[in-house]
């Protein structure tokens, strides 16, 4: 029995179609017997026999046109032909008496089987006028004279008119209840697309009863298909209350066939972690009414990812932001360290004068403590910009808060507490010891300045270990070991726009005359010089960790101790001495000269080559500015140790782009920052022309003003 169903079962429309036509073929053959019966039943057809051979005539031209595959034109031509063969049937057998006229039926629905609700509308009409017609002309005796099929005629004519409907109907019924069979198969294939969608997929009634719950959306919200089908949407709304609020005024006032357009919400799941998505929403018109049918994509690695861009975008605006203040303000302390170095040293020159009164000297002192304060400021401003000069060297990070402790003890509140958590064996970095201190120091002072109530201020040190391919906690640094060192506070915190500008020279949240705004820039510049970078995470209300993530070197080491002797070498060594500056270029050539070196000045650097033949001098060493409008001070060392090759080199300047590797920097060149004290710059001529190393070896650091001497 299933195999016979299976041979009936139709797999498409055309083959519904051609099933039907055959079906009309089996009933006219059956037809046709009857006919044929009648031809030898009734002895006088007269002129009807003509009628009744039409039969099978149609019969054959319907089943030549199906073997040809004609399908639509064989049911054309079934209709077609049943219809004039009743017509000719109803004109013989006493007009609108005949039985043939209710036939008309079987017509009628075998159009509409094979064709459509037009067919059958067409073929109605039709018979509806033939029937009139055949009235007309029988009233006014136009119709001849009907054939007697009474008796056994007419038996044969009323069971062949009962067993070609109870065909027709059989084959109606048939086709109906598979078109139901195969409407059930199609809805359970959209049901099953719609449960195994990638995509969650929510139905609701206009009432905001849920219908449909299909198993990404179990997923996505957590919840059970079981739990919310049939309940409101109310009961079960996974929004935020602001995604809430979009989503109703989305669908408001949506009509059948409108959509709204993609809409991106905040899901809360069951567990309350929030996920993304893109919603689309439409009414759509069923069988059983009209729903709202939601769908939502899940966009959390898209707007994560569009979160990372706009994260990265905005590094790199702060980065070109600072970098452009950066050179502004490694500008400005260029032109102002001149003037210190002026200022600095001629007030160490009153100072070392015997002559001078005790009320000259506390004014030179009061002056030469001003100038040292604005040198200080413009290593501020340096070290922002990247330009100081640092003397990098290996530094244990536990061991220099250790140093620093004493210090930032003093400097934390009675009512706020100082925590030091270092792991162990945290590491070392290439760094400027006191820099370091200083940044330390900063962050304690914000750190205090921050808990006004009183607080906790820690300060930790950690080992880590950036990995390939995971998110870095700030740009520009690449994967491998790093020591971090946090400054972390409980205090106010601050707002996103501040933590935006924190880094900023001269920005300060600070009242008029408490900060310089100098601070947190200079810990930024000096992070990054030193191969690391910083990074802040501030709430308001929930305080602030300041992050410093610095290159951890495979072993640590300790820095030597420079000694505070000025050795001095005088006698017949020529010292040329090369600035643009005239007021530079006199105070060294005058702290030179009173130590007792020969030597020659010049403000123009292009014209020291000339100067130096027509002279017919041998300078033993160079002290040049290293920024020069015509040859800089790089370019001058190279041309003159073309000519003297033993000659040593000093370059000096308020600040440099040169690498602090020595890349750039003429080999054996020494690096003296400005401003600088007399002691310091003949302390620097001295390790010049001391030096044990060839020309050509390694520059050794840099040294300023400071209280290295």
């Known amino acids: 029995m299933g195999q016979i169903r299976a041979l009936w079962a139709p797999r498409s429309e055309l083959d519904w179609r051609r099933r039907l036509v055959v079906g009309a073929l089996l009933v006219g053959c059956v037809t046709c017997v009857f006919a044929l019966i009648s031809v030898f039943v009734v002895e006088d057809l007269g002129q009807y026999f003509v009628i009744y051979l039409t039969v099978p005539v149609i019969l054959v031209a319907g089943a030549a046109t199906l073997r040809l595959g004609h399908i639509r034109l064989a049911g054309a031509i079934m209709s077609v032909g049943a219809f004039i063969g009743l017509t000719a049937g109803i004109v013989a057998t006493g007009g609108e008496r005949s039985g043939n006229v209710a036939s008309f039926m079987v017509v009628i629905t075998l159009a509409g089987l094979l064709w459509d609700a037009r067919a059958a509308v067409l073929i109605a009409v039709a018979a509806a006028i033939t029937v009139m017609a055949t009235v007309t002309m029988q009233q006014h005796g136009l119709l001849p004279p009907p054939i007697d099929v009474y008796g056994t005629r007419a038996w044969f004519d009323l069971m062949s008119l009962y067993l070609t409907t109870a065909l027709l109907v059989f084959m109606a019924v048939g086709t109906i209840t598979r078109a139901i069979d195969s409407a059930q198969l199609h809805r359970q294939r959209a049901e099953q697309v719609i449960a195994d969608s990638p995509d969650a997929i929510v139905t609701a009634s206009l009432e905001g009863v849920i219908t449909t719950f299909n198993r990404t959306a179990e997923k996505l919200s957590g919840l059970d298909a079981e739990q919310v089908i049939g309940h409101h949407v109310s009961e079960y709304s996974p929004f935020g209350l602001e995604s809430r609020e979009r989503a109703l005024e989305a669908v408001a006032g949506l009509v059948p066939g409108e959509s709204v357009p993609p809409l991106e919400l905040e899901v809360v799941q069951s567990d309350g972690t929030p996920v993304w998505v893109e919603a689309n929403a439409r009414i759509i018109e069923r069988d059983n009414g009209t729903f709202l049918e939601t769908i939502f994509r899940d966009i959390s690695d898209r707007k994560d990812a569009h979160s990372q861009r706009e994260e990265l975008e905005g590094r790199l605006l702060q980065a070109q932001r600072l970098e452009s203040l950066g050179r502004l303000a490694g ?46 400021l413009t290593r501020q401003l340096l070290a922002f910009g990247r330009r100081q000069m640092l003397e990098l060297a290996p530094l244990n990070l536990n061991d220099t808060i250790r140093n620093v402790k004493p210090l930032i003890e003093r400097l934390v509140k009675e009512d706020s507490a100082l925590e030091i958590d270092l792991q162990r064996s945290a590491g070392s970095v290439m760094a400027d010891a006191v820099q370091l201190e200083q940044i ?259 520059a050794p650091a840099a040294e300023t003003s400071s209280g290295r001497e």
Not at 353 to 361: A, G
Not at 608 to 619: A, F, H, N
Not at 629 to 641: I, M, W
Not at 651 to 660: I, K, N, Q, V
């Open 331 to 376: 500008g400005v302390a260029h032109d102002f360290n001149n003037l210190l170095t002026v200022l600095v040293a001629n007030s160490h020159a009153l100072l070392d004068s015997p002559n001078l009164s005790e009320s000259d000297r506390e004014m030179v002192e009061e002056s030469r403590s001003a100038a040292e304060s604005g040198a200080a």
């Open 440 to 698: 330390l120091v900063n962050l304690v002072a914000n750190a205090n300045d921050a808990t006004p109530k009183g607080g906790t201020i820690t300060v930790r040190s950690r080992s880590i270990e950036l990995e390939e391919g995971r998110k870095t906690p700030a740009e520009g640094l690449s994967p491998g070991p790093y020591v971090c060192l946090q400054v972390i506070d409980t205090g106010t915190g601050m707002d996103e726009s501040t933590v935006q500008r924190i880094f900023e020279p001269f920005y300060t949240t600070k009242p008029v005359g408490q900060g310089t705004g100098l601070g947190l820039a200079t810990v930024h510049g000096v992070v990054a010089q030193s191969g690391g970078a910083v990074t802040v995470d501030s709430k308001p209300g929930r305080g602030t960790t300041f992050s410093i993530y610095l290159p951890r070197l495979a072993e640590g080491g300790k820095r030597a101790k420079q000694s505070d002797k000025i050795p001095m070498i005088g006698g017949n060594h020529c010292v040329l001495v090369v600035d643009d500056e005239r007021a530079v270029l006199q105070v060294v050539s005058r702290v030179l000269k009173r130590a007792g070196y020969e030597v020659l000045s010049c403000a123009d650097s292009s014209a020291v080559l000339s100067l130096v033949r027509d002279r017919g001098i041998e300078p033993k060493l160079l002290v040049s500015d290293v920024v020069m409008p015509q040859v800089s001070g790089p370019e001058l060392a190279t041309q003159l140790r073309e000519l003297f090759p033993e000659m040593r080199v000093i370059l000096a300047s308020g600040y440099t782009d040169l690498e602090l590797d020595g890349d750039a920097l003429p080999s054996g060149s020494l690096l003296l920052h400005k401003p600088f004290s007399p002691k310091a710059l003949l302390r620097k001529v001295y390790e010049a022309l001391s030096q044990e190393h060839e020309p050509g070896s390694p």
